[in-house]
């Protein structure tokens, strides 16, 4: 079933993102773990696992509508030299993405794709949820400060075992 051209457009960008996002998250988990900041490390193994779903959704998609998926394109990779820059980096890809999904799900929607659209619509709502984790964060190290934050995040520093 060919798809409007509009839905794969929109659907190759979001993959496109998508795979940025996982790359990009792998890095900082990798980074993280380097550094020793392994309960945030292992947050961010979940968070993988959770854009390569949306990447694996969007791909399946674009297969669906007969369209010719672009795997190999990616965005620049950035990568951040502290725990505040990795979240920056990331609210600033979540907005992102928020804000080309909701503008994808519409267009989408107008072209008589509701597939597209609903599939653009539960992944915006995940992209909402990471915004606000990483929001919080920020709230949490502004509140204790960043050593202190960043100190939480450290197993062997941390006391007790209760999720980040």
Same mark, same amino acid.
């Given at each position: 079933?060919?798809? +409007? =051209?509009?839905?794969?457009?929109?659907?190759?960008?979001? %993959?496109? /993102? *998508?795979?940025?996002?996982?790359?990009? #998250?792998?890095?900082?988990?990798?980074?993280?773990?380097?550094?020793?900041?392994?309960?945030?490390?292992?947050?961010?193994?979940?968070?993988?696992?959770?854009?390569?779903?949306?990447?694996?959704?969007?791909?399946?998609?674009?297969?669906?509508?007969?369209?010719?998926?672009?795997?190999?394109?990616?965005?620049?990779?950035?990568? +951040? =030299?502290?725990?505040?820059?990795?979240?920056?980096?990331? %609210?600033? /890809? *979540?907005?992102?993405?928020?804000?080309? #999904?909701?503008?994808?799900?519409?267009?989408?929607?107008?072209?008589?794709?509701?597939?597209?659209?609903?599939?653009?619509?539960?992944?915006?709502?995940?992209?909402?949820?990471?915004?606000?984790?990483?929001?919080?964060?920020?709230?949490?190290?502004?509140?204790?400060?960043?050593?202190?934050?960043?100190?939480?995040?450290?197993?062997?520093?941390?006391?007790?075992?209760?999720?980040?």
């Amino acid at each position: 079933m060919k798809g +409007p =051209e509009v839905s794969l457009k929109h659907l190759q960008r979001a %993959l496109t /993102m *998508e795979l940025t996002t996982v790359n990009t #998250y792998f890095y900082q988990e990798r980074q993280l773990d380097d550094w020793g900041v392994d309960r945030l490390a292992e947050r961010m193994r979940e968070e993988i696992e959770e854009e390569r779903g949306h990447a694996q959704a969007f791909l399946t998609r674009i297969l669906f509508l007969d369209g010719k998926a672009d795997v190999q394109t990616l965005d620049d990779i950035e990568k +951040p =030299e502290s725990v505040r820059g990795i979240f920056d980096t990331q %609210l600033r /890809m *979540e907005k992102e993405a928020r804000e080309y #999904y909701d503008k994808a799900a519409n267009e989408c929607r107008e072209a008589g794709d509701l597939g597209s659209f609903e599939l653009f619509m539960n992944i915006l709502k995940d992209e909402e949820d990471h915004i606000d984790f990483v929001e919080e964060q920020f709230d949490l190290m502004e509140l204790m400060g960043d050593q202190l934050y960043v100190a939480r995040q450290v197993s062997s520093v941390s006391k007790d075992d209760d999720d980040i």
